[in-house]
């Protein structure tokens, strides 16, 4: 069975960091391309990030790119977002996702983990 | 960035029923769609892909058409576990990977 299981969320205060960890399991991760998405409260779906599987292609949306990293470490079968200079409207859930390949959906979800970004 | 526009926001149906959503793209994405279902609390499920490709273990009435830059997922008969949120995602040109609005399908 896959699991994606996120942590590492919680309150922040702007311009403060935070890293998400995404714990793979039930699949070959190594072969998977990850990216995360997320869910401002109340609102729609929105693409953050994404990485190859090998780790080389690391795209990013426009509103996060410059602050927030992703990498993964095959290893350990884990995937992580660094976040950085986060500001109030990076408030949302973050979920890890997994596709086949890049240009393919999003085959599996994890049950999100909730980033506040308050003063 | 291709825009996903979904329609309606919110459709009221009565179990049993049929329900009709529709996604529009602003340009062609081909067949690259791909439809989503979330429940409060869980994160998105994927139902459909390649436009109407049923994804493993989703039951058989739903179902997806279109291609172009309209598309269509019809639930033939609502359950009381169909009412939810779906969300359209177009995979075409990635990145970045762009998701409509929403259609929130409730209980009539």
């Known amino acids: 069975e896959v699991q994606l299981l996120e942590s590492g969320g919680g309150l922040v205060q702007p311009g403060g960091s935070l890293r998400l960890s995404c714990a793979a399991s039930?699949?070959?991760?190594?072969?998977?391309?990850m990216s995360w998405v997320r869910q401002a409260p109340g609102k729609g779906l929105e693409w953050v990030s994404g990485?190859?599987?090998?780790?080389?292609?690391?795209p990013y949306a426009d509103s996060v790119k410059g602050r927030f990293t992703i990498s993964r470490d095959n290893s350990k079968s884990t995937l992580y977002l660094q976040m950085n200079s986060l500001r109030a409207e990076d408030t949302a859930v973050y979920y890890c996702a997994k596709k086949v390949s890049g240009a393919a959906p999003f085959d599996y979800w994890g049950q999100g983990t909730l980033v506040t970004v308050s003063s | 960035e291709i825009v996903m526009t979904q329609s309606p926001a919110t459709l009221s149906v009565s179990p049993g029923e049929r329900a009709t959503l529709s996604c529009r793209a602003s340009q062609s994405v081909s067949s690259n769609l791909a439809w989503y279902q979330q429940k409060p609390g869980q994160g998105p499920r994927l139902l459909i892909y390649g436009a109407s490709s049923r994804a493993t273990g989703i039951p058989a009435r739903f179902s997806g058409s279109g291609s172009g830059t309209e598309f269509t997922l019809t639930i033939s008969s609502l359950q009381s576990e169909d009412f939810a949120v779906y969300y359209c995602?177009?995979?075409?040109?990635?990145?970045?990977?762009?998701f409509g609005q929403g259609t929130k399908v409730e209980i009539k």
């Open positions: 995602q177009q995979y075409q040109n990635w990145p970045p990977s762009t």
């Open positions: 990485i190859s599987a090998g780790g080389g292609d690391t």
């Open positions: 039930g699949f070959t991760f190594s072969s998977s391309a």
